[in-house]
Protein backbone atom coordinates (compact mmCIF):
# COMPACT_ATOMS: atom_id res chain seq x y z
CA UNK A 1 0.00 0.00 0.00
CA UNK A 2 1.66 3.25 -0.85
CA UNK A 3 1.92 6.25 1.46
CA UNK A 4 0.06 8.09 -1.13
CA UNK A 5 -2.85 6.35 -0.99
CA UNK A 6 -3.67 6.76 2.31
CA UNK A 7 -2.50 10.35 2.82
CA UNK A 8 -5.54 10.94 0.18
CA UNK A 9 -8.09 9.32 2.54
CA UNK A 10 -6.70 11.08 5.42
CA UNK A 11 -7.39 14.14 3.79
CA UNK A 12 -10.98 13.11 2.31
CA UNK A 13 -13.12 15.20 4.28
CA UNK A 14 -16.17 12.22 4.32
CA UNK A 15 -14.28 8.91 5.88
CA UNK A 16 -12.88 11.33 8.94
CA UNK A 17 -15.94 12.89 9.50
CA UNK A 18 -17.68 9.61 9.53
CA UNK A 19 -14.95 8.25 11.90
CA UNK A 20 -15.01 11.04 14.22
CA UNK A 21 -18.67 10.56 14.58
CA UNK A 22 -18.49 7.02 15.15
CA UNK A 23 -15.99 7.22 18.01
CA UNK A 24 -18.00 10.15 19.67
CA UNK A 25 -20.97 7.48 19.57
CA UNK A 26 -18.68 4.75 20.95
CA UNK A 27 -17.37 7.40 23.96
CA UNK A 28 -21.57 8.08 24.31
CA UNK A 29 -22.49 4.55 24.62
CA UNK A 30 -19.56 3.88 27.13
CA UNK A 31 -19.10 6.45 29.28
CA UNK A 32 -22.45 8.54 29.05
CA UNK A 33 -24.27 6.37 31.49
CA UNK A 34 -22.40 7.94 34.16
CA UNK A 35 -22.90 11.77 33.62
CA UNK A 36 -26.19 10.88 34.56
CA UNK A 37 -27.42 9.79 37.80
CA UNK A 38 -30.62 7.51 36.88
CA UNK A 39 -29.76 3.98 35.83
CA UNK A 40 -31.58 2.20 33.29
CA UNK A 41 -33.79 0.41 35.82
CA UNK A 42 -34.55 2.61 38.24
CA UNK A 43 -37.50 4.20 38.36
CA UNK A 44 -38.69 7.79 38.91
CA UNK A 45 -41.82 8.27 40.67
CA UNK A 46 -42.03 12.26 40.19
CA UNK A 47 -41.92 11.42 36.46
CA UNK A 48 -43.80 9.45 34.36
CA UNK A 49 -43.94 10.37 30.71
CA UNK A 50 -42.05 13.34 31.17
CA UNK A 51 -40.80 14.56 28.21
CA UNK A 52 -36.97 16.17 28.30
CA UNK A 53 -35.75 18.01 30.80
CA UNK A 54 -32.41 19.36 32.41
CA UNK A 55 -33.17 15.76 35.34
CA UNK A 56 -33.67 13.51 32.66
CA UNK A 57 -32.35 14.44 29.05
CA UNK A 58 -33.95 12.32 27.31
CA UNK A 59 -37.41 12.27 29.12
CA UNK A 60 -38.57 9.76 30.53
CA UNK A 61 -40.95 6.21 29.97
CA UNK A 62 -44.54 5.82 31.13
CA UNK A 63 -43.44 3.93 33.88
CA UNK A 64 -41.29 6.20 34.88
CA UNK A 65 -37.64 4.59 33.89
CA UNK A 66 -34.96 7.25 32.30
CA UNK A 67 -35.12 7.16 28.53
CA UNK A 68 -31.32 8.29 28.09
CA UNK A 69 -30.05 5.10 30.23
CA UNK A 70 -32.02 2.86 28.28
CA UNK A 71 -31.48 4.36 24.95
CA UNK A 72 -27.56 4.47 26.04
CA UNK A 73 -27.84 0.49 27.54
CA UNK A 74 -29.40 -0.46 23.81
CA UNK A 75 -26.75 1.32 21.49
CA UNK A 76 -23.79 0.10 23.45
CA UNK A 77 -25.30 -3.47 22.62
CA UNK A 78 -25.44 -2.44 19.39
CA UNK A 79 -22.65 -0.93 18.57
CA UNK A 80 -20.86 -4.46 19.83
CA UNK A 81 -22.92 -6.27 17.98
CA UNK A 82 -22.14 -4.45 14.59
CA UNK A 83 -18.77 -4.48 15.01
CA UNK A 84 -18.09 -7.76 15.72
CA UNK A 85 -20.87 -9.02 12.97
CA UNK A 86 -18.99 -7.00 10.59
CA UNK A 87 -15.58 -8.08 11.31
CA UNK A 88 -16.74 -11.72 11.44
CA UNK A 89 -18.38 -11.63 8.07
CA UNK A 90 -16.05 -9.31 6.48
CA UNK A 91 -13.00 -12.01 7.84
CA UNK A 92 -14.94 -14.91 6.62
CA UNK A 93 -15.43 -13.52 3.52
CA UNK A 94 -11.80 -12.59 3.19
CA UNK A 95 -10.85 -16.47 4.28
CA UNK A 96 -13.20 -18.15 2.30
CA UNK A 97 -12.44 -15.85 -1.11
CA UNK A 98 -8.74 -16.15 -0.34
CA UNK A 99 -8.99 -19.86 0.01
CA UNK A 100 -11.37 -20.47 -2.62
CA UNK A 101 -9.22 -18.70 -5.09
CA UNK A 102 -5.96 -19.76 -4.34
CA UNK A 103 -6.54 -23.47 -4.51
CA UNK A 104 -8.77 -23.70 -7.12
CA UNK A 105 -10.94 -27.32 -8.23
CA UNK A 106 -13.04 -29.44 -6.41
CA UNK A 107 -12.73 -26.91 -3.27
CA UNK A 108 -13.36 -23.62 -5.34
CA UNK A 109 -16.53 -24.94 -6.72
CA UNK A 110 -18.21 -26.28 -3.53
CA UNK A 111 -17.64 -23.45 -1.47
CA UNK A 112 -18.54 -21.16 -4.35
CA UNK A 113 -22.10 -23.22 -4.79
CA UNK A 114 -22.42 -22.77 -1.33
CA UNK A 115 -22.53 -18.93 -1.64
CA UNK A 116 -24.88 -19.35 -4.60
CA UNK A 117 -27.25 -21.24 -2.58
CA UNK A 118 -27.24 -19.05 0.20
CA UNK A 119 -27.79 -16.02 -2.26
CA UNK A 120 -30.72 -17.69 -3.73
CA UNK A 121 -32.31 -16.76 -0.39
CA UNK A 122 -32.75 -13.63 1.11
CA UNK A 123 -30.10 -13.26 3.78
CA UNK A 124 -32.80 -12.08 6.45
CA UNK A 125 -35.11 -14.67 6.15
CA UNK A 126 -32.11 -17.25 7.15
CA UNK A 127 -31.24 -15.05 9.96
CA UNK A 128 -35.25 -14.95 10.68
CA UNK A 129 -36.09 -18.47 10.60
CA UNK A 130 -32.71 -19.65 12.71
CA UNK A 131 -33.69 -16.44 15.49
CA UNK A 132 -35.66 -18.71 18.16
CA UNK A 133 -31.91 -20.71 18.38
CA UNK A 134 -31.40 -17.31 20.80
CA UNK A 135 -33.88 -18.09 23.06
CA UNK A 136 -31.87 -18.22 26.74
CA UNK A 137 -28.60 -18.02 24.48
CA UNK A 138 -25.66 -15.66 24.83
CA UNK A 139 -26.33 -12.37 22.15
CA UNK A 140 -22.90 -13.65 20.30
CA UNK A 141 -24.95 -16.25 18.96
CA UNK A 142 -26.62 -12.96 17.20
CA UNK A 143 -23.40 -11.84 16.70
CA UNK A 144 -22.60 -15.63 14.42
CA UNK A 145 -26.10 -15.47 12.90
CA UNK A 146 -25.42 -12.04 11.36
CA UNK A 147 -22.16 -12.64 10.17
CA UNK A 148 -23.34 -15.82 8.35
CA UNK A 149 -25.80 -13.76 6.17
CA UNK A 150 -23.24 -11.40 5.67
CA UNK A 151 -20.38 -12.51 4.25
CA UNK A 152 -21.18 -14.09 0.69
CA UNK A 153 -20.78 -11.60 -1.99
CA UNK A 154 -17.59 -10.24 -0.73
CA UNK A 155 -16.36 -14.11 -0.77
CA UNK A 156 -16.96 -13.54 -4.32
CA UNK A 157 -15.10 -10.50 -4.86
CA UNK A 158 -12.42 -11.35 -2.97
CA UNK A 159 -12.52 -14.55 -4.77
CA UNK A 160 -12.33 -12.88 -8.27
CA UNK A 161 -9.28 -9.81 -6.97
CA UNK A 162 -7.55 -13.35 -6.51
CA UNK A 163 -7.52 -15.32 -8.87
CA UNK A 164 -6.51 -12.15 -11.13
CA UNK A 165 -3.89 -11.58 -8.42
CA UNK A 166 -2.17 -14.96 -8.46
CA UNK A 167 -1.31 -15.08 -12.37
CA UNK A 168 1.22 -12.53 -11.52
CA UNK A 169 4.39 -12.52 -11.75
CA UNK A 170 5.94 -12.07 -8.25
CA UNK A 171 3.00 -14.74 -7.02
CA UNK A 172 4.21 -16.73 -9.48
CA UNK A 173 7.92 -16.18 -8.74
CA UNK A 174 7.14 -16.64 -5.09
CA UNK A 175 5.53 -20.19 -6.09
CA UNK A 176 8.46 -21.18 -8.05
CA UNK A 177 10.69 -20.40 -5.09
CA UNK A 178 8.73 -22.54 -3.03
CA UNK A 179 7.08 -20.61 -0.78
CA UNK A 180 3.37 -22.40 0.68
CA UNK A 181 0.05 -21.73 -0.03
CA UNK A 182 -0.45 -20.05 2.95
CA UNK A 183 3.08 -17.86 3.11
CA UNK A 184 1.53 -16.82 -0.68
CA UNK A 185 -2.02 -16.13 1.02
CA UNK A 186 -0.86 -14.06 3.97
CA UNK A 187 2.52 -12.17 2.29
CA UNK A 188 1.18 -11.59 -1.49
CA UNK A 189 -2.71 -11.83 -1.70
CA UNK A 190 -4.12 -10.09 1.59
CA UNK A 191 -1.84 -6.99 1.79
CA UNK A 192 -3.45 -6.56 -1.83
CA UNK A 193 -6.93 -6.72 -0.58
CA UNK A 194 -6.45 -4.59 2.34
CA UNK A 195 -8.79 -1.40 1.04
CA UNK A 196 -11.38 -3.80 -0.35
CA UNK A 197 -11.95 -5.55 3.32
CA UNK A 198 -11.44 -2.33 5.05
CA UNK A 199 -14.04 -0.82 3.00
CA UNK A 200 -16.13 -3.94 3.23
CA UNK A 201 -15.76 -4.17 7.09
CA UNK A 202 -17.64 -0.66 7.74
CA UNK A 203 -20.15 -0.79 5.25
CA UNK A 204 -20.90 -4.56 7.19
CA UNK A 205 -21.07 -2.34 10.38
CA UNK A 206 -24.03 -0.73 8.86
CA UNK A 207 -25.30 -3.70 7.36
CA UNK A 208 -25.08 -5.28 11.18
CA UNK A 209 -26.29 -2.78 13.05
CA UNK A 210 -29.65 -2.61 10.64
CA UNK A 211 -30.05 -6.85 10.75
CA UNK A 212 -29.64 -6.59 14.58
CA UNK A 213 -32.10 -3.24 15.31
CA UNK A 214 -34.99 -5.05 12.33
CA UNK A 215 -34.70 -8.30 14.45
CA UNK A 216 -34.52 -6.76 17.80
CA UNK A 217 -37.77 -5.05 16.70
CA UNK A 218 -39.70 -7.51 15.39
CA UNK A 219 -39.00 -9.48 19.26
CA UNK A 220 -36.09 -11.92 17.92
CA UNK A 221 -32.98 -10.32 18.34
CA UNK A 222 -31.50 -9.89 21.38
CA UNK A 223 -33.76 -11.24 24.29
CA UNK A 224 -35.30 -9.26 27.32
CA UNK A 225 -33.40 -8.61 30.07
CA UNK A 226 -30.44 -7.92 27.97
CA UNK A 227 -31.60 -4.64 25.44
CA UNK A 228 -30.86 -3.13 22.12
CA UNK A 229 -31.69 -0.21 20.02
CA UNK A 230 -34.06 -2.11 18.60
CA UNK A 231 -35.68 -3.68 21.66
CA UNK A 232 -35.72 -0.14 22.58
CA UNK A 233 -37.53 1.36 19.78
CA UNK A 234 -39.57 -1.47 19.42
CA UNK A 235 -41.09 -0.31 22.96
CA UNK A 236 -40.73 3.31 22.45
CA UNK A 237 -42.92 2.51 19.41
CA UNK A 238 -45.98 1.30 20.89
CA UNK A 239 -45.81 4.83 22.74
CA UNK A 240 -44.51 7.35 20.18
CA UNK A 241 -47.65 8.87 19.46
CA UNK A 242 -47.94 10.51 23.11
CA UNK A 243 -44.60 10.04 24.23
CA UNK A 244 -42.37 10.79 20.70
CA UNK A 245 -39.15 11.05 22.97
CA UNK A 246 -39.26 7.24 23.65
CA UNK A 247 -38.86 6.46 20.11
CA UNK A 248 -37.20 9.78 18.35
CA UNK A 249 -33.82 9.88 20.41
CA UNK A 250 -33.26 6.10 20.09
CA UNK A 251 -34.33 6.26 16.54
CA UNK A 252 -31.83 9.50 15.82
CA UNK A 253 -28.76 7.70 17.71
CA UNK A 254 -29.23 4.47 15.11
CA UNK A 255 -29.24 6.70 11.98
CA UNK A 256 -26.63 8.58 12.99
CA UNK A 257 -24.88 5.63 13.62
CA UNK A 258 -25.43 3.71 9.72
CA UNK A 259 -24.85 7.81 8.40
CA UNK A 260 -21.57 7.62 10.20
CA UNK A 261 -20.36 3.69 9.00
CA UNK A 262 -21.82 4.52 5.45
CA UNK A 263 -19.61 7.74 5.42
CA UNK A 264 -16.50 5.87 6.15
CA UNK A 265 -17.45 2.55 3.63
CA UNK A 266 -18.07 4.96 1.04
CA UNK A 267 -15.99 7.61 1.43
CA UNK A 268 -12.63 5.53 1.54
CA UNK A 269 -14.33 3.91 -1.38
CA UNK A 270 -14.23 7.24 -3.63
CA UNK A 271 -11.12 8.32 -1.99
CA UNK A 272 -9.16 5.11 -2.50
CA UNK A 273 -11.15 4.50 -6.41
CA UNK A 274 -9.49 6.87 -8.42
CA UNK A 275 -11.95 6.19 -10.95
CA UNK A 276 -14.82 6.26 -9.01
CA UNK A 277 -18.12 8.40 -10.41
CA UNK A 278 -17.01 10.77 -6.88
CA UNK A 279 -13.97 11.75 -8.98
CA UNK A 280 -14.84 12.28 -12.65
CA UNK A 281 -13.72 15.55 -13.66
CA UNK B 1 -31.44 -14.67 -30.96
CA UNK B 2 -31.79 -18.54 -31.54
CA UNK B 3 -28.16 -18.89 -29.51
CA UNK B 4 -30.39 -16.86 -26.50
CA UNK B 5 -32.45 -19.93 -26.38
CA UNK B 6 -29.79 -22.59 -25.03
CA UNK B 7 -28.47 -20.13 -22.45
CA UNK B 8 -32.12 -18.98 -21.10
CA UNK B 9 -32.91 -22.98 -20.70
CA UNK B 10 -29.15 -23.56 -19.47
CA UNK B 11 -29.81 -20.69 -16.82
CA UNK B 12 -33.49 -21.86 -15.88
CA UNK B 13 -32.82 -25.44 -15.31
CA UNK B 14 -29.84 -24.19 -12.53
CA UNK B 15 -32.70 -21.38 -11.28
CA UNK B 16 -35.14 -24.23 -10.79
CA UNK B 17 -32.18 -26.55 -8.74
CA UNK B 18 -31.59 -23.82 -6.73
CA UNK B 19 -34.98 -23.16 -6.12
CA UNK B 20 -35.37 -26.82 -4.76
CA UNK B 21 -31.97 -26.57 -2.53
CA UNK B 22 -32.89 -23.25 -0.86
CA UNK B 23 -36.28 -24.26 -0.13
CA UNK B 24 -34.93 -27.65 1.12
CA UNK B 25 -32.32 -25.44 3.25
CA UNK B 26 -35.34 -23.40 4.14
CA UNK B 27 -37.44 -26.85 5.73
CA UNK B 28 -34.46 -28.46 7.17
CA UNK B 29 -33.46 -24.99 8.95
CA UNK B 30 -36.68 -24.44 10.50
CA UNK B 31 -37.52 -27.78 11.13
CA UNK B 32 -33.85 -27.95 13.18
CA UNK B 33 -34.56 -24.05 14.72
CA UNK B 34 -38.46 -23.94 15.32
CA UNK B 35 -40.11 -25.74 18.69
CA UNK B 36 -43.62 -26.51 17.00
CA UNK B 37 -45.16 -27.98 20.31
CA UNK B 38 -44.75 -24.50 21.89
CA UNK B 39 -47.54 -23.00 20.23
CA UNK B 40 -49.87 -25.41 21.68
CA UNK B 41 -48.15 -26.07 25.14
CA UNK B 42 -48.90 -22.23 25.55
CA UNK B 43 -52.59 -22.16 24.62
CA UNK B 44 -55.15 -21.94 27.71
CA UNK B 45 -56.11 -24.44 28.59
CA UNK B 46 -53.00 -26.00 28.11
CA UNK B 47 -54.20 -29.66 25.94
CA UNK B 48 -53.17 -32.94 27.38
CA UNK B 49 -49.50 -34.29 25.76
CA UNK B 50 -51.46 -36.58 24.00
CA UNK B 51 -53.39 -34.69 22.23
CA UNK B 52 -50.36 -32.21 21.51
CA UNK B 53 -48.66 -35.08 20.44
CA UNK B 54 -51.51 -36.67 17.93
CA UNK B 55 -51.59 -32.83 16.35
CA UNK B 56 -47.77 -32.69 15.69
CA UNK B 57 -47.43 -36.22 14.43
CA UNK B 58 -50.82 -35.41 11.50
CA UNK B 59 -48.98 -32.21 10.69
CA UNK B 60 -45.54 -34.19 10.30
CA UNK B 61 -43.59 -32.17 12.31
CA UNK B 62 -43.55 -34.40 15.68
CA UNK B 63 -39.55 -34.18 16.53
CA UNK B 64 -39.35 -37.85 18.07
CA UNK B 65 -39.41 -38.98 13.85
CA UNK B 66 -36.06 -38.20 12.24
CA UNK B 67 -35.45 -35.07 10.43
CA UNK B 68 -34.73 -36.74 7.06
CA UNK B 69 -38.23 -38.99 7.56
CA UNK B 70 -39.77 -35.37 7.89
CA UNK B 71 -38.20 -34.06 5.21
CA UNK B 72 -38.91 -36.41 3.04
CA UNK B 73 -42.86 -36.39 3.62
CA UNK B 74 -42.91 -32.65 3.10
CA UNK B 75 -40.92 -32.73 0.01
CA UNK B 76 -43.04 -35.25 -1.73
CA UNK B 77 -46.07 -33.08 -0.96
CA UNK B 78 -44.26 -30.36 -2.30
CA UNK B 79 -43.99 -31.96 -5.66
CA UNK B 80 -47.36 -33.11 -5.45
CA UNK B 81 -48.15 -29.00 -5.15
CA UNK B 82 -49.28 -29.56 -1.66
CA UNK B 83 -47.15 -27.37 0.95
CA UNK B 84 -48.77 -29.20 4.17
CA UNK B 85 -50.65 -27.85 6.63
CA UNK B 86 -49.99 -24.38 9.46
CA UNK B 87 -50.28 -24.94 13.07
CA UNK B 88 -53.85 -24.06 13.09
CA UNK B 89 -55.14 -26.23 10.21
CA UNK B 90 -55.27 -24.72 7.26
CA UNK B 91 -53.91 -25.45 3.92
CA UNK B 92 -50.56 -23.74 3.80
CA UNK B 93 -51.03 -23.19 -0.07
CA UNK B 94 -54.08 -21.89 -0.05
CA UNK B 95 -53.27 -19.17 2.69
CA UNK B 96 -49.98 -18.68 0.78
CA UNK B 97 -52.32 -17.42 -2.22
CA UNK B 98 -54.18 -14.94 0.31
CA UNK B 99 -50.89 -13.53 1.76
CA UNK B 100 -48.82 -13.53 -1.67
CA UNK B 101 -51.41 -11.27 -3.08
CA UNK B 102 -51.81 -9.03 -0.66
CA UNK B 103 -48.08 -8.81 -0.19
CA UNK B 104 -48.01 -7.70 -4.35
CA UNK B 105 -51.25 -4.75 -3.19
CA UNK B 106 -48.32 -3.02 -1.40
CA UNK B 107 -45.18 -4.04 -3.05
CA UNK B 108 -45.78 -3.44 -7.03
CA UNK B 109 -46.93 0.01 -6.65
CA UNK B 110 -44.02 1.08 -4.33
CA UNK B 111 -42.04 -0.64 -6.52
CA UNK B 112 -43.12 0.74 -9.70
CA UNK B 113 -43.07 4.18 -7.90
CA UNK B 114 -39.78 4.02 -6.30
CA UNK B 115 -38.12 2.46 -9.55
CA UNK B 116 -39.76 5.34 -12.06
CA UNK B 117 -38.94 8.45 -9.75
CA UNK B 118 -35.81 7.05 -8.73
CA UNK B 119 -34.11 6.88 -12.13
CA UNK B 120 -35.54 10.09 -13.19
CA UNK B 121 -34.08 11.29 -9.80
CA UNK B 122 -30.90 9.80 -10.95
CA UNK B 123 -30.75 11.42 -14.76
CA UNK B 124 -31.77 14.96 -13.24
CA UNK B 125 -29.13 14.85 -10.81
CA UNK B 126 -26.79 13.76 -12.84
CA UNK B 127 -27.29 16.52 -15.98
CA UNK B 128 -27.27 19.01 -13.19
CA UNK B 129 -24.36 17.39 -11.67
CA UNK B 130 -22.96 19.73 -8.82
CA UNK B 131 -26.78 22.03 -8.59
CA UNK B 132 -28.52 22.72 -5.87
CA UNK B 133 -31.15 20.39 -6.75
CA UNK B 134 -28.61 17.30 -7.57
CA UNK B 135 -26.66 18.16 -3.75
CA UNK B 136 -30.44 18.38 -1.47
CA UNK B 137 -31.18 14.97 -3.46
CA UNK B 138 -27.92 12.97 -3.05
CA UNK B 139 -28.11 14.25 0.63
CA UNK B 140 -31.70 13.35 1.24
CA UNK B 141 -31.05 9.87 -0.69
CA UNK B 142 -28.19 8.86 1.76
CA UNK B 143 -30.37 9.80 4.99
CA UNK B 144 -32.97 7.80 3.29
CA UNK B 145 -30.77 4.64 2.90
CA UNK B 146 -29.89 5.26 6.63
CA UNK B 147 -32.74 4.85 8.27
CA UNK B 148 -34.03 1.50 8.77
CA UNK B 149 -37.09 0.39 6.97
CA UNK B 150 -39.29 0.12 10.70
CA UNK B 151 -38.24 3.38 11.74
CA UNK B 152 -39.06 4.93 8.66
CA UNK B 153 -42.73 3.32 8.72
CA UNK B 154 -43.03 4.40 11.95
CA UNK B 155 -42.03 7.66 11.19
CA UNK B 156 -44.18 7.80 8.39
CA UNK B 157 -46.96 5.89 10.41
CA UNK B 158 -46.40 9.16 13.14
CA UNK B 159 -46.85 11.68 10.87
CA UNK B 160 -50.32 10.38 9.33
CA UNK B 161 -51.73 10.02 12.65
CA UNK B 162 -50.55 13.73 12.93
CA UNK B 163 -52.05 15.16 9.88
CA UNK B 164 -55.24 13.40 10.68
CA UNK B 165 -55.22 15.14 14.28
CA UNK B 166 -54.15 18.33 12.87
CA UNK B 167 -56.93 18.17 9.86
CA UNK B 168 -59.63 16.64 12.38
CA UNK B 169 -60.57 13.98 9.06
CA UNK B 170 -59.56 10.37 8.25
CA UNK B 171 -57.31 11.04 5.55
CA UNK B 172 -54.62 8.02 5.77
CA UNK B 173 -55.42 4.65 7.36
CA UNK B 174 -52.19 3.18 8.89
CA UNK B 175 -53.24 0.09 10.12
CA UNK B 176 -54.58 -3.13 8.16
CA UNK B 177 -55.42 -3.21 4.42
CA UNK B 178 -58.94 -1.44 4.85
CA UNK B 179 -61.21 -0.54 7.62
CA UNK B 180 -62.82 -3.58 9.33
CA UNK B 181 -66.64 -3.43 9.37
CA UNK B 182 -66.66 -0.43 7.11
CA UNK B 183 -69.99 -0.81 4.68
CA UNK B 184 -70.49 1.07 2.02
CA UNK B 185 -70.45 1.28 -1.84
CA UNK B 186 -67.54 -0.50 -3.97
CA UNK B 187 -66.40 3.21 -4.40
CA UNK B 188 -65.82 3.72 -0.91
CA UNK B 189 -64.30 0.54 -0.28
CA UNK B 190 -61.92 1.75 -3.19
CA UNK B 191 -61.40 4.56 -1.69
CA UNK B 192 -60.70 3.22 2.03
CA UNK B 193 -58.31 0.69 0.39
CA UNK B 194 -56.38 3.37 -1.25
CA UNK B 195 -56.08 5.72 2.06
CA UNK B 196 -54.67 2.59 3.98
CA UNK B 197 -52.33 2.38 0.65
CA UNK B 198 -50.72 5.31 0.65
CA UNK B 199 -48.67 5.56 3.67
CA UNK B 200 -47.04 1.74 3.41
CA UNK B 201 -46.49 2.52 -0.68
CA UNK B 202 -45.03 5.66 0.54
CA UNK B 203 -42.59 3.76 2.84
CA UNK B 204 -41.64 1.00 0.15
CA UNK B 205 -41.14 3.82 -2.29
CA UNK B 206 -39.36 6.13 -0.74
CA UNK B 207 -36.64 3.39 0.08
CA UNK B 208 -36.53 2.50 -3.64
CA UNK B 209 -36.31 6.30 -4.95
CA UNK B 210 -33.36 6.92 -2.94
CA UNK B 211 -31.45 3.78 -4.13
CA UNK B 212 -32.19 3.74 -7.79
CA UNK B 213 -31.47 7.64 -8.02
CA UNK B 214 -28.14 6.96 -6.20
CA UNK B 215 -27.20 4.14 -8.30
CA UNK B 216 -28.76 5.28 -12.00
CA UNK B 217 -26.73 8.87 -11.63
CA UNK B 218 -23.13 7.15 -10.23
CA UNK B 219 -24.16 4.96 -13.66
CA UNK B 220 -24.92 8.03 -15.32
CA UNK B 221 -21.90 10.62 -14.40
CA UNK B 222 -19.49 7.49 -15.27
CA UNK B 223 -21.02 7.01 -19.05
CA UNK B 224 -20.76 10.74 -19.44
CA UNK B 225 -17.35 10.98 -18.79
CA UNK B 226 -16.88 8.18 -21.30
CA UNK B 227 -15.21 8.85 -24.97
CA UNK B 228 -17.64 8.34 -27.34
CA UNK B 229 -19.50 10.56 -25.33
CA UNK B 230 -17.03 13.55 -24.97
CA UNK B 231 -16.52 12.97 -29.02
CA UNK B 232 -20.54 13.36 -29.53
CA UNK B 233 -19.97 16.47 -27.71
CA UNK B 234 -16.73 17.44 -29.69
CA UNK B 235 -18.61 16.29 -33.22
CA UNK B 236 -21.61 19.11 -31.89
CA UNK B 237 -24.27 16.51 -31.36
CA UNK B 238 -26.92 18.51 -29.15
CA UNK B 239 -26.81 18.40 -25.19
CA UNK B 240 -30.10 16.11 -25.37
CA UNK B 241 -29.11 13.70 -27.64
CA UNK B 242 -25.96 13.01 -26.22
CA UNK B 243 -27.60 12.57 -22.80
CA UNK B 244 -30.26 10.07 -24.23
CA UNK B 245 -28.88 8.18 -26.79
CA UNK B 246 -25.10 8.23 -25.78
CA UNK B 247 -25.20 7.83 -21.85
CA UNK B 248 -28.45 7.51 -20.58
CA UNK B 249 -29.33 4.21 -22.75
CA UNK B 250 -26.31 2.11 -22.41
CA UNK B 251 -26.87 2.60 -18.48
CA UNK B 252 -30.24 1.17 -18.50
CA UNK B 253 -28.88 -2.48 -18.40
CA UNK B 254 -27.11 -2.14 -15.39
CA UNK B 255 -29.59 -0.18 -13.85
CA UNK B 256 -32.19 -3.53 -14.92
CA UNK B 257 -29.20 -6.00 -13.54
CA UNK B 258 -29.31 -3.87 -10.38
CA UNK B 259 -33.07 -3.74 -9.66
CA UNK B 260 -33.13 -7.79 -10.72
CA UNK B 261 -30.53 -8.42 -7.51
CA UNK B 262 -32.29 -6.05 -5.19
CA UNK B 263 -35.50 -8.43 -4.44
CA UNK B 264 -34.09 -9.76 -1.94
CA UNK B 265 -33.27 -6.11 0.11
CA UNK B 266 -36.79 -5.47 -1.16
CA UNK B 267 -38.57 -8.58 0.91
CA UNK B 268 -36.44 -7.66 4.06
CA UNK B 269 -37.80 -3.99 3.87
CA UNK B 270 -41.58 -5.24 3.02
CA UNK B 271 -41.63 -7.65 5.48
CA UNK B 272 -40.87 -5.08 8.42
CA UNK B 273 -42.93 -2.62 6.82
CA UNK B 274 -46.01 -5.34 6.99
CA UNK B 275 -45.20 -5.80 10.12
CA UNK B 276 -45.69 -1.80 11.48
CA UNK B 277 -48.60 -1.64 9.26
CA UNK B 278 -50.52 -4.39 10.11
CA UNK B 279 -50.45 -5.45 6.62
CA UNK B 280 -51.66 -9.10 6.42
CA UNK B 281 -48.90 -10.15 3.92
CA UNK B 282 -46.40 -12.61 3.48
CA UNK B 283 -43.46 -10.66 5.38
CA UNK B 284 -45.59 -10.73 8.64
CA UNK B 285 -47.20 -14.19 8.01
CA UNK B 286 -42.98 -15.23 8.28
CA UNK B 287 -42.56 -13.33 11.30
CA UNK B 288 -45.92 -14.58 13.18
CA UNK B 289 -45.27 -18.10 11.51
CA UNK B 290 -41.60 -18.09 13.58
CA UNK B 291 -43.09 -17.33 16.59
CA UNK B 292 -45.51 -19.84 16.49
CA UNK B 293 -42.82 -22.51 15.51
CA UNK B 294 -45.06 -23.01 12.04
CA UNK B 295 -42.97 -24.97 10.57
CA UNK B 296 -44.69 -25.52 7.09
CA UNK B 297 -45.83 -22.04 6.52
CA UNK B 298 -42.30 -21.14 7.39
CA UNK B 299 -41.12 -23.34 4.85
CA UNK B 300 -43.49 -22.51 1.93
CA UNK B 301 -42.92 -18.77 2.79
CA UNK B 302 -38.58 -19.45 2.27
CA UNK B 303 -39.90 -21.65 -1.00
CA UNK B 304 -41.87 -18.96 -2.47
CA UNK B 305 -38.62 -16.10 -1.61
CA UNK B 306 -36.42 -18.17 -3.67
CA UNK B 307 -38.67 -18.50 -6.63
CA UNK B 308 -39.28 -14.57 -6.33
CA UNK B 309 -35.64 -13.65 -5.99
CA UNK B 310 -34.25 -16.17 -8.77
CA UNK B 311 -37.29 -15.37 -11.47
CA UNK B 312 -36.39 -11.61 -10.95
CA UNK B 313 -32.85 -12.71 -12.29
CA UNK B 314 -34.24 -14.12 -15.52
CA UNK B 315 -35.17 -11.04 -17.18
CA UNK B 316 -31.98 -9.39 -16.46
CA UNK B 317 -30.43 -12.85 -17.66
CA UNK B 318 -32.32 -12.83 -21.07
CA UNK B 319 -31.51 -9.03 -21.46
CA UNK B 320 -27.76 -9.51 -20.82
CA UNK B 321 -27.87 -12.65 -23.19
CA UNK B 322 -29.65 -10.74 -25.94
CA UNK B 323 -26.87 -7.74 -25.66
CA UNK B 324 -23.87 -9.62 -25.27
CA UNK B 325 -23.27 -12.38 -27.15
CA UNK B 326 -20.04 -13.46 -24.46
CA UNK B 327 -22.41 -14.41 -22.27
CA UNK B 328 -24.11 -16.84 -24.13
CA UNK B 329 -21.54 -19.27 -23.99
CA UNK B 330 -20.91 -22.41 -21.47
CA UNK B 331 -18.13 -21.18 -19.13
CA UNK B 332 -15.85 -24.24 -20.98
CA UNK B 333 -16.10 -22.08 -24.21
CA UNK B 334 -15.68 -18.35 -23.46
CA UNK B 335 -12.37 -17.48 -23.98
CA UNK B 336 -9.99 -16.42 -21.05
CA UNK B 337 -8.60 -13.27 -21.08
Given at each position: MSGGRWRRVAGAPAPATGLVVMFALFVLAFAGPRLRPWRYDEVDFTAFGAPPSAEHWFGTTQDGRDVYALTLRGMRRSLVIGLLAALGATGAAALVGIVAGLLGGRLDRLLMWVVDLLLALPTFLIIL????LLRGRSWLLL????????????ARIVRAVTLSLERREYVVAARLMGASPFAIMCRHIAPHLAALLIIDAA??????????????????????????LGTVLAEGAQSAAGYPWTFGFAAGLLVLTLLAAHLIGDGLCDALDPTSAGRVR | MAAVLPFLLRRAAGHLLLVALAASLCYLLAAACLRPGADFEARHPRPPQQVIDAELSRLGLAADRPLAARYARWAAGVVRGDFGRTADDR??????GRRCRASARLLLPGTVIGAVLGVALGVRGAARR??????????????????PAFVLATLLQLGAQWINTATGMRIFGYVGEYTPGESGGALAGLGDRLRHLAVPTMTIALGQIALYSRYQRTMLLDALAAGHVRAARARGVPGGTVLRKYALRPTLIPVATFAAYQAGPLLTGMTLTEKVFGWHGMGEWLVDSIAR???????????CAAVLVLTARLPADLLAAALDPRVRLPPHERMST
Open positions: IAAPVVLIAAALWMITLNVGAAVTAEAGLSYLGLGVQPPDSS | AVAAELHGPGDRLGTVAAVAVLAIGDVNAVAAIGC
